[in-house]
């Protein structure tokens, strides 16, 4: 089992940035893919990004080209960098470690969860 904290959350204007900060621990960090995801009041949970163990990514097409995801495994610490933020990016956002070094963009291949930090963009 893994623990996951998530930071970085806030209230920031459209056309803005956010960095959002997930520390890990409690298993061996560089072995398995991260990813984050999102949820929006009333929305089910939504693929948002993934980075493998060896740093391949993937991201969800309305974030493509606006979002960065990375990691940091000697701080066992992954990333996601947000600019251009739009009003549509407002949900919760959680961090999540896969259970293996590769992870699609589905719930299913994640098994533990931080608590989630709020995001929120204004107009």
């Known amino acids: 089992q893994v623990q996951l904290v998530e930071s970085g959350g806030g209230l920031v204007q459209a056309g803005g940035s956010l960095r959002l900060t997930c520390a890990a621990s409690?298993?061996?960090?560089?072995?398995?893919?991260m990813g984050w995801f999102r949820q929006a009041p009333g929305k089910e949970r939504e693929f948002v990004a993934v980075i493998s163990w060896r740093g391949g990514t993937n991201y969800a097409d309305s974030v493509q080209g606006r979002f960065t995801i990375s990691r940091d495994n000697a701080k066992n610490t992954v990333y996601l960098q947000m600019n251009s933020l739009k009003p549509e990016d407002t949900a919760v956002y959680y961090c999540a470690a896969a259970t293996k070094a590769f992870a699609r963009a589905s719930t299913e291949d994640f098994g533990s969860w931080g608590q989630g930090t709020q995001v929120t963009v204004s107009s």
């Open positions: 409690g298993r061996t960090f560089s072995s398995y893919a």
